[in-house]
């Protein structure tokens, strides 16, 4: 495996950092060269000074894209670690089940910002379908889903909702599984009752995101980890903008907020943990 110098990974860190917000620290110069190596060889670069120059110069970005796929992190699983999306069935729903009927919205707006190959969104679209079963003043056209990424690569997986029988094993209960997806023995295809109520789009966070408009809800989870301190506080900051009074804001599990931002008051439903604008 080609080496990383201390000065081609200060080049390529700060390019990274630049177009998508990841945070890279001296310790972290394997997970370069590890992420890339193959990017390199595809490119025929014999170093990464070589490959950072001309990831810089290429004027279609089509390199910068690859490095930004290759860096990035898409984890993700069915109802990733259970709690916040009990809330969302016990807590949320009933919630916004109540300002529908009373009049007070005429619609829920619900965001995942790093929806990866789309896991979480479907996994809230789903709960939401369950739950206008049973209770029939809430529709699923009273709900707009939202799911954004940075990386095009998960994105057109999440948009096809077609996954192998390793993915479609993560985390989703059989009768949802049943419910929710057809197969052909190893591919399962979600159904389009559930993809019609998403929209999919290309945002990276560290970009203005106003444009989406106000949310009650959104979920932002296992991103902030990746990136620095002062992306954090803007970030979290330009959430609460978008949020409506009394939104709701959740991060991941292993994640906090408290040190980066006092706009928000921190409750807990069950095991789950949520924020509320203030
Ligand atoms: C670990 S996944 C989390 C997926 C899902 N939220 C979950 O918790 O299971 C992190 C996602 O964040 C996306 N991401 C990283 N940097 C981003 C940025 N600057 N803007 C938008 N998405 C970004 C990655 O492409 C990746 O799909």
Not at 220 to 229: A, G, K, M, T, W
Request: proline content about 3%.
């Amino acid at each position: 495996m080609i080496k990383l110098d201390m000065n081609e990974f200060k080049m390529l860190r700060d390019f990274i950092e630049l177009h998508c917000g990841i945070h890279l620290d001296e310790t972290k110069t394997y997970l370069i060269e590890t992420r890339l190596t193959t990017l390199l060889a595809e490119q025929g670069c014999t170093t990464y000074s070589d490959f950072y120059f001309k990831a810089k110069n290429d004027p279609t970005n089509t390199l910068r894209e690859k490095i930004i796929d290759a860096m990035t992190t898409n984890e993700t699983l069915w109802f990733r670690d259970a709690t916040p999306f009990n809330a969302f069935q016990k807590h949320f729903l009933p919630h916004f089940g109540k300002e529908i009927a009373s009049g007070k919205k005429s619609r829920i707006r619900i965001w995942s910002a790093a929806s990866s190959t789309g896991q979480e969104i479907y996994s809230i679209a789903m709960l939401i379908l369950e739950y206008c079963r049973l209770q029939t003043t809430l529709r699923p056209e009273h709900f707009e889903l939202l799911a954004t990424d940075i990386s095009p690569t998960v994105l057109f997986l999440a948009k096809a909702g077609r996954y192998d029988t390793h993915v479609i094993s993560r985390g989703l209960p059989d009768e949802m599984k049943k419910k929710y997806f057809k197969s052909d023995g190893k591919i399962w295809v979600i159904d389009d009752c559930v993809k019609k109520m998403v929209t999919f789009k290309k945002l990276n966070l560290q970009e203005d995101f106003s444009f989406v408009g106000k949310m009650d809800l959104i979920f932002c989870r296992n991103v902030l980890i990746y990136f620095s301190e002062e992306l954090k506080k803007d970030l979290l900051h330009r959430f609460g903008n978008l949020l409506r009074p009394g939104g709701y804001l959740l991060v991941g599990s292993a994640e906090s907020i408290s040190n980066y931002s006092s706009e928000y008051s921190l409750h807990t439903f069950e095991k789950a943990m949520y924020y509320q604008i203030k």
